[in-house]
């Protein structure tokens, strides 16, 4: 079967660093993606990695090892808008999307 | 920048009704699919269309129905709403080539509420 797997629930300080991890185990690999989703809104495209490596775009990094099966999603300066729920999703074999059930990240000042 | 619309942000309806949700894309993609989230299980896919009159069923499809007449429009239909398809409907859509093209973008939502 495919699996993503995300922890459930982060904790983090205003100001502080926080680093979401992401392992998969699908049939077959073509990209990983970053969302994020505010409550009661749909998910916005944050980050696309389909080589190994780290991908720096403003506060927010992920990085990628496929050799690992595994990801994360860096974000740095957090700010209390950051509070937010984070999708992880791979690009199968099929080229369907195959997600994770998503970190709720909690930010507290 | 894409836009992706849905008919209702809320909806409440009664077991037994008929209920479509209707999407629409402007930026001419191909792909179009329905999502439903439930907390905890993250996104779900129902159904899924590459093309117009051509429908594929992804993962939790039983209950539903989809049509797309026109490349713009994916519809979902549950032929008979029952209490456990109460949840918060995802239409998404993409452009059919390689790389991040893959990227999904949402509309904001139907949260369907079925009693």
């Known amino acids: 079967g495919q699996n993503i797997d995300q922890p459930t629930e982060m904790t983090a300080t205003e100001g502080a660093i926080v680093q979401i991890n992401c392992t998969y185990q699908?049939?077959?690999?073509?990209?990983l993606f970053w969302y994020q989703q505010h409550a009661g809104e749909a998910p916005t495209f944050l980050s696309y990695?389909?080589l190994d490596g780290l991908e720096e775009k403003g506060r927010f990094s992920s990085f990628l090892s496929r050799s690992k099966g595994y990801s994360y999603l860096l974000l740095k300066e957090l700010q209390m808008k950051d509070s937010a729920s984070y999708l992880c999703?791979?690009?199968?074999?099929?080229?369907?999307?195959?997600w994770g059930a998503g970190t709720k990240l909690i930010i507290k000042p | 920048d894409v836009k992706v619309t849905q008919s209702s942000r809320y909806l409440v309806k009664r077991t037994g009704e008929k209920v479509f949700l209707e999407c629409v894309q402007d930026?001419?993609?191909?792909?179009m699919f329905w999502y439903r989230q439930d907390p905890g299980l993250g996104l779900r896919l129902i159904y899924f269309?590459?093309?117009?009159?051509?429908?594929e069923k992804g993962d939790i499809p039983e209950g539903y129905s989809v049509s797309r007449e026109k490349k713009e429009r994916f519809s979902l239909i549950l032929e008979s709403a029952s209490t456990n398809q109460t949840s918060m409907y995802l239409c998404?859509?993409?452009?059919?080539?390689?790389?991040?093209?893959?990227?999904?973008?949402f509309g904001p939502g139907t949260r369907l509420t079925v009693t």
């Open positions: 998404a859509s993409s452009r059919y080539s390689d790389g991040s093209s893959y990227e999904q973008y």
């Open positions: 930026m001419d993609h191909e792909n």
């Open positions: 269309s590459y093309d117009v009159k051509m429908k």
């Open positions: 699908t049939s077959g690999f073509n990209g």
């Open positions: 990695n389909v």
């Open positions: 999703a791979v690009v199968d074999s099929n080229y369907q999307l195959i």
